[in-house]
């Protein structure tokens, strides 16, 4: 009775209804990935219950795997806000795990989308995600150690929180700018082992200066800090590097590179309270940690985070101009970069005027000085936001109005639940 009520009024009366409205997942995939996650509780009747029934580490991990259609939405209007799609014929996602980014590509009329996914279970919910499609396929394979050339170019490449994982990050960039078509781009989205937060207490494994320490170091730190196999550190990370190194690696192979404007923690005004956090966790850390190492770990942590502080204090006692300040701002206060990079043409300077305004990425509520007390939370918060705040932005009011068309009940609950959702959020 309860649920003929929610249908006839158009609003989910069901957690699987709320999570296939809210993220635009197939139906497949949905049920796929509830299969392999048995352990949640699948019982509540809504997002939000499911959300509050987890720790925020799992929120933060069942946020991103069911936020891949949304997440992969905002990608698309990304590079299209910056001019970067010419062609909508051929999309390739590399490390396409859920392949969100595919479904959405094919939402906005690509002819072809192409995924590759090295682990067999995240392949398999990728294609579950694919139900329904035509030319979408996820093909499971090692991207760097298996031979694509017979796939062809690609109007838009896409690697999104996949290069640090790979232990050839080089040779990586070298096959994706190959595999870039005449006027084609690549977009890479990496996580910045210089922002500060991350510093803090990193995206991964959540602990203190790891992202300051090469791949061995970081695998014997792991492996100490966590009481973990050092090997799984060294299967699951690659090395991270600067945010030069990445724009070297793509402008060698020929493609113009640049930064996309998302994913601000902080303006250059917040870092004396960033740093006050990141000596607070360095003496939590101390405390808690530093007694279980050994010495020589804890020396080369020690090191690499004073190296880090110090050049921190140096660049921003040099960041005088509009320029050096950004400059500051995309080293220490981007969580992620969204590495931008097209070949055969160059920004034109119209195409950046009319880019996002600086308000978009995981940060899209950033308000200067209101900084999230926990890293993860923040970043699931955040990214739900984002989601939202970007969908409604761009894709929604096209979405509500063909909506409308079909549904014009449940348009307008959406539309209720949109404005209530404002209201809430604006206080
Ligand atoms: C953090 S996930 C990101 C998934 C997806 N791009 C997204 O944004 O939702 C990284 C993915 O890259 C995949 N991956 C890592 N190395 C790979 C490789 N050499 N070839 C193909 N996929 C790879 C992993 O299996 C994992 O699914």
Redesign the pocket.
Known sequence: MKKLFWKIIGRPSSLQEDILQRFGISEKFFLEYKKQQSGLDWTKGNWEDFLGSMNPVSQMYVA??LS?VL??RDMFSLLDSYSCIRHRKRYL??????A??LRAFKEQGFEEVVG????EH?ANLGRANMDGLDNARVIL?????EDYSSLGVFDVV?????IE??DDAAA?IRKMCSMVGAEGCLAL?VPNKDCIDFVRSDGHYQIFGITQLGRNDAADYYSQALGADRSDYLFEMGEMYELDWYIEQLSNNGLTVMIADTHRIARIQDVPTLLDKLRQAREDWRVNVQPRMDRLVVAKLTNAVDAYIQELERDISQAKDEASIKRFEDKYLRSFWTILAIKGRRYAAEDLEHAYDGNVGSVQKFEAGTLEKDTQQSITKQMIQTRESLSLKLARPLRFLKGFVHSPRRSFYKLLDFLRAEMRRNG
């Open positions: 991103f795997a891949t997440r992969g996602d590399i490390g396409t795990a859920y969100g980014f590759i996914e090295l682990q995240l394979g090692d991207f760097l150690r896409t690697c999104n929180d996949v994982h790979v990586a989205e």
